[in-house]
């Protein structure tokens, strides 16, 4: 019987290969179809996106450790 992480690996693998095949179909008909420009535009614009939490998030946690570093104050 296979291990479960055998199998999960060989079935991620299929997945990735099949996204990679879909993908390149994907890119031929937008290159036939004159839609590049518009899947470009959209791809781009996710990747800023992407960009721009992941600074945020990177900014948040930064201000967290800062927080934790400072001294408790008592109200007196």
């Known amino acids: 019987m296979a291990k479960f992480s055998e199998v999960f690996s060989t079935t991620a693998q299929v997945v990735l290969s099949l996204f990679l ?6 890119g031929i008909y937008l290159i036939v179809s004159g839609r590049s420009f ?14 721009y939490l992941d600074t945020l998030v990177r900014r948040f946690s930064r201000l967290r450790q800062q927080m934790k570093a400072l001294p408790k104050k008592v109200n007196v």
Do not use: P
């Open 21 to 26: 095949i879909g993908m390149g179909m994907l």
């Open 38 to 51: 518009l899947f470009a535009a959209y791809i781009a614009t996710w990747l800023i996106h992407g960009f």
